[in-house]
T-cell receptor, first 111, second 114 residues
Framework: GIQVEQSPPDLILQEGANSTLRCNFSDSVNNLQWFHQNPWGQLINLFYIPSGTKQNGRLSATTVATERYSLLYISSSQTTDSGVYFCAVPTAGGGADGLTFGKGTHLIIQP | ETGVTQSPTHLIKTRGQQVTLRCSSQSGHNTVSWYQQALGQGPQFIFQYYREEENGRGNFPPRFSGLQFPNYSSELNVNALELDDSALYLC?????????????FGPGTRLTVT
């Protein structure tokens, strides 16, 4: 099945810093989602980004589908950005499948 | 708030027992997917229901089963519980509209098997 690798696994930054999280996937996909999981376990949708670049406030994401990777950028980090960030792609590559998740990037923003 | 609800929020069961978890999908969504998330891991796909039929399954044994109802809500049933079934169970709904299959997650049910 499709493999999803995220890097780095852990990241500790000071408030105000910028960060880039990477997601590599092993096969062609036609959509990709980024999530933020809060300490209570809720997965919060950040981006649905099959290709190209999207921005939402301090967050932006870029997916290069032909090269099988996606990047999540967080600028001017705040302590509330702490948590685990996951990317996920359709398990069989198709749009309507269940998702295969990476192991996540655990981000800690220190005041 | 995603509009996806799950019940119960927490549950404690004994090994060998059976459990039923429930999920109500977001309004207008006809597809529900279930995931198991062990501590420190990413969610793992269990199965998906579309229009009341199973529409894809991950690497989980048959003692994990499900249902989807005409209102698109769904149940996850787990028989013969094992200690390793202790996890956060997440459901997600999606609408398959306008080429978007974006999934929205509920808050989860935390299952502890003792």
């Amino acid at each position: 099945g499709i493999q999803v690798e995220q890097s780095p696994p852990d990241l500790i930054l000071q408030e105000g810093a910028n960060s880039t999280l990477r997601c590599n996937f092993s096969d062609s996909v036609n959509n990709l989602q980024w999530f933020h999981q809060n300490p209570w376990g809720q997965l919060i949708n950040l981006f649905y980004i099959p290709s190209g670049t999207k921005q939402n406030g301090r967050l932006s994401a870029t997916t290069v589908a032909t090269e099988r990777y996606s990047l999540l950028y967080i600028s001017s980090s705040q302590t509330t950005d702490s948590g685990v960030y996951f990317c996920a792609v359709p398990t069989a590559g198709g749009g309507a499948d269940g998702l295969t998740f990476g192991k996540g990037t655990h981000l800690i923003i220190q005041p | 708030e995603t509009g996806v609800t799950q019940s119960p929020t927490h549950l404690i069961k004994t090994r060998g027992q059976q459990v039923t978890l429930r999920c109500s999908s977001q309004s207008g969504h006809n597809t529900v997917s279930w995931y198991q998330q062990a501590l420190g891991q990413g969610p793992q796909f269990i199965f998906q229901y579309y229009r009341e039929e199973e529409n894809g399954r991950g690497n989980f044994p048959p003692r994990f089963s499900g249902l989807q109802f005409p209102n698109y809500s769904s149940e996850l049933n787990v028989n013969a519980l094992e200690l390793d079934d202790s996890a956060l169970y997440l459901c997600a709904s999606s609408g398959r509209r306008a080429g978007s299959y974006e999934q929205y997650f509920g808050p989860g049910t935390r299952l502890t098997v003792t």
